[in-house]
């Protein structure tokens, strides 16, 4: 069973930055496309940006400009680089495969924006 450990978030002030990391476990990471994905309260988990097998990326409307996602397929690991960030981007933040394929759920990173 793979698992996803997802790390690099924090409190940051509006309009700064952050970078995630989501390292995966097993050997098929390299054939799947991998996504972001956060949930903020009260909120259902939406797809904030997704990267496929050959590096074809998806954004999400209210990221786009924003965030940048990328893999590196040797290090079995997932980025988002997210700039200009605003309050509103205050969730888990949280990795799987794009698009999703059944699989258990890591404990995702806290983001929080606020001055």
């Known amino acids: 069973q793979v698992q996803f450990v997802e790390s690099g978030g924090g409190l940051v002030q509006p309009g700064g930055s952050l970078r995630l990391s989501c390292a995966a476990s097993?050997?098929?990471?390299?054939?799947?496309?991998m996504g972001w994905y956060r949930q903020a309260p009260g909120k259902q988990r939406e797809l904030v940006a997704g990267?496929?097998?050959?590096?074809?990326?998806y954004y999400g409307d209210s990221v786009k400009g924003r965030f940048t996602i990328s893999r590196d397929n040797a290090k079995k690991t997932v980025y988002l680089q997210m700039n200009s960030l605003k309050p509103e981007d205050t969730a888990i933040y949280l990795c799987?495969?794009?698009?999703?394929?059944?699989?258990?759920w890591g404990q995702g990173t806290q983001v929080t924006v606020s001055s």
């Open positions: 097993g050997s098929l990471f390299s054939i799947y496309g």
């Open positions: 990267i496929t097998n050959n590096a074809g990326t």
């Open positions: 799987n495969y794009y698009p999703t394929r059944g699989n258990s």
